[in-house]
Structures are given as C-alpha cells and as structure tokens.
C-alpha cells in the first residue's frame, strides 16, 4: 500500500528553527508538496520538490531525497503564526495526491 | 478573484437524507476534486474530474457521486447519509494542463458536515 509518515506534534520556541519530517513509499512519485493548514482553514500551498535538493522560500525550505523516500520542511525564525498543521502529499503514478495525516506545530512564547 | 467558494459553511443531517455540497471556482482549472478530512487521517480523495464532463473515482467513493457539467461547478451528492460520512469536505482545483508541471491544488474553505 502507499504511505506517508510524518510526527504528529511538535512543539518548538518563537525564534527558533523547526524541521519537520516526511517519510514516503508510494506507487511512482511524481512531486511532493508541503502545505500549511491552520487550525478550522483550508490547506494552502507552501512548497513543491520534484529533484533532490532544497528549495528555498523565504523563511521555509524544503528538501527531498527521492532514493531515500524522505522529505523535511524547515522552518527558521519562527512566529507565533507559523502555529498550523503541516502536511505532506506525494503525486503518485496516476497523479494522484496521497496525503500524510499532517503535523501539528506548536509555537511556544 | 474568489477563487474556490463551498457552499453550505456548515450542516447537520439527518441520517439517510440526501444532501448536494456545492463547490465553484472562477479559476478555468480543469481539474477539480473532493477530499475528505478525519482527525488523525490525512485527506482522502472521494471523487475527481479532470476536465469537463468527465469524473473517476478516488479513495473513498462509496455512498457519494459527483457531476461536472461545467467547467466551474463541482457538486458532490449524497444519496442517503450516514454517521461515517461526518467530516469536512474539501474541494479543490488546478490547472494541470498549464505545462509547468506542478499543478498546485487549490482549496475552498471546507463545508463541515455531521450526520446524526
């Protein structure tokens, strides 16, 4: 079957820098996304991998390994806004969206 | 622009009403889609349409239909509600004929549903 794994919370200090990870094994892979849903909102876009690396965007990053099946999103100097739900979705061979559950990051004062 | 709108905000239904969520975009996307969200699960797909009078089942079809006579308009129907069917519905769009390759989903504000 296909899955996505990333944490379920975590918690992390205004200022500071927060790396969220997602692990991956779906039937093809055809990009990875990183979106941000704040809590009773819809998800909204934030990053989009298809090559290894990192891509840069501001105070976000994020990174993939396609032979490891893995991907974080890095946040640095974090506000209290940055306070949301994080998820990952991977485009599988039909193009399909599999979403991973999400992560819930807390930004304490 | 408005983007996605999703009508109604939220409902509660009795159990084996039926009951249509509206979904419109103002994007001309030709790919729209139906998502549902649980706690502790990620979205699941329910239903999709890739341009104009076609649709093809997601994840999680059962117990929900779809139509798209329009490029605009996405509405999904259930025939006879069930408590299992309580969650948020998200729809979404994109333009997957752009030629950038990404094909950014876009989402409306979600109608928030509970069968009793």
């Known amino acids: 079957g296909q899955n996505i794994d990333q944490p379920t919370e975590m918690t992390a200090t205004e200022g500071a820098i927060v790396q969220i990870n997602c692990t991956y094994q779906?039937?093809?892979?055809?990009?990875l996304f990183w979106y941000q849903q704040h809590a009773g909102e819809a998800p909204t876009f934030l990053s989009y991998?298809?090559l290894d690396g990192l891509e840069e965007k501001g105070r976000f990053s994020s990174f993939l390994s396609r032979s490891k099946g893995y991907s974080y999103l890095l946040l640095k100097e974090l506000q209290m806004k940055d306070s949301a739900s994080y998820l990952c979705?991977?485009?599988?061979?039909?193009?399909?969206?599999?979403w991973g559950a999400g992560t819930k990051l807390i930004i304490k004062p | 622009t408005a983007g996605i709108t999703q009508a109604p905000t939220s409902q509660i239904l009795a159990a084996g009403r039926s009951m249509t969520l509206r979904c419109t975009q103002d994007?001309?996307?030709?790919?729209m889609y139906w998502y549902r969200q649980d706690l502790g699960l990620g979205l699941r797909l329910i239903h999709y349409?890739?341009?104009?009078?076609?649709?093809g089942k997601g994840e999680v079809p059962d117990g929900y239909s779809v139509s798209r006579a329009n490029t605009d308009d996405f509405p999904l129907t259930l025939a006879s509600a069930v408590p299992s069917q309580t969650s948020v519905y998200f729809c979404?769009?994109?333009?997957?004929?752009?030629?950038?390759?990404?094909?950014?989903?876009?989402f409306g504000p979600g109608t928030r549903l509970t069968v009793l």
């Open positions: 779906t039937s093809g892979f055809n990009g």
């Open positions: 349409s890739n341009t104009a009078g076609t649709t």
């Open positions: 979404a769009s994109s333009d997957s004929n752009s030629g950038h390759g990404i094909d950014t989903q876009y």
């Open positions: 979705a991977v485009k599988d061979s039909n193009y399909q969206l599999i």
């Open positions: 994007m001309r996307h030709n790919a």
């Open positions: 991998n298809v």
